[in-house]
């Protein structure tokens, strides 16, 4: 029942493109690697590891096997 209640509220930051653990922005993280020409790797400051997909702007959770 918590998760249902969380989830969407992590869905509307990672849309505003901050970090749902702690807030911060997640365009102007440093630590950036590219994957793809399409794809990049970004990890936030409080450690969680994002995929930031270039072509829709957007960005998601990476799975266990991208990292």
Not at 12 to 26: A, E, I, S
Request: proline fraction near 3%; include cysteine; glycine fraction near 4%.
């Amino acid at each position: 029942m918590l998760k249902k209640l969380i989830e969407p509220m992590q869905l509307v930051l990672l849309q505003k493109k901050y970090c749902p653990g702690c807030t911060r922005k997640l365009d102007s993280q440093r630590n950036r690697t590219g994957r793809s020409q399409t794809t990049e790797k970004v990890v936030c400051d409080c450690g969680r590891i994002f995929i930031y997909d270039k072509e829709l702007d957007t960005y998601r959770r990476a799975a266990f096997q991208e990292v």
